[in-house]
């Protein structure tokens, strides 16, 4: 079993401060997403990271695929209280044919 | 184009009873999944399937069925609803075009078993 750990688990912040979640594994990635779920809907795709070292911005999120393929972090600047919401990141492993393995997620809450 | 859809949105059920959570997409994507939400453990797959007429296991099958006869639909079916079973239900579709496929999400179906 591909086992994929999310820390941390709960942020609470104040609006205006910057923050990183992060996502291992003792696995190798084929890729990884990011999705971002708000209370009574599914996850949205953020982003998709498919190369070690990969570095994508996404207005003020900011995610880094690490080099060996087996983390990544999402680094939020001057969050806002609408980035309130679960952080999942999602792995797909190789011969896995296209399964995702989702960590727990990270529940950020920003406060005004 | 909807999308992802599921229903209903809210189930209650009582122990030993059956029902099935709908789902349709209007992608044509080839892939469908189904997962569960428990609160603090992230979804786990049910069920997935590659193609219409073929299914396969994932990582928490058991208490369920699935069945795909189009593209379009995959049902998920609960024969003897247990207590285990009180989670929230997404229904997932992609058309994996590489190693990184996008899944979109259906809103979801909170199902309580009491």
């Known amino acids: 079993t591909q086992l994929l750990e999310q820390s941390p688990q709960f942020l609470s912040i104040q609006e205006g401060e910057n923050l990183t979640v992060y996502c291992n594994s003792s696995?190798?990635?084929?890729?990884l997403q990011w999705y971002r779920q708000e209370p009574g809907e599914g996850p949205v795709l953020l982003v998709t990271?498919?190369?070690?070292?990969e570095v994508k911005k996404l207005k003020r999120l900011t995610f880094q695929f690490g080099d060996a393929r087996k983390d990544s972090s999402l680094h939020i600047t001057a969050a806002q209280p609408g980035d309130t919401g679960l952080y999942l990141c999602a792995g797909v492993f190789k011969r896995s044919n296209y399964k995702l393995t989702f960590g727990k997620g990270t529940l950020l809450t920003v406060n005004p | 184009n909807a999308g992802v859809t599921q229903t209903p949105k809210f189930r209650i059920l009582k122990i030993g009873q059956s029902m099935t959570l709908q789902c349709t997409q209007d992608m044509n994507h080839n892939y469908m999944y189904w997962y569960r939400q428990d609160p603090g453990m992230g979804l786990k797959l049910i069920y997935y399937s590659v193609g219409a007429g073929i299914t396969d296991k994932g990582e928490v099958p058991n208490g369920y069925n699935v069945s795909r006869s189009t593209t379009e639909d995959f049902p998920l079916r609960l024969e003897l609803a247990a207590p285990s079973q009180t989670s929230v239900y997404f229904c997932?579709?992609?058309?994996?075009?590489?190693?990184?496929?996008?899944?979109?999400f259906g809103p979801g179906t909170r199902l309580t078993v009491l």
């Open positions: 997932a579709s992609s058309y994996p075009e590489d190693s990184a496929s996008k899944q979109f």
């Open positions: 696995s190798v990635f084929s890729s």
């Open positions: 990271v498919v190369t070690g070292g």
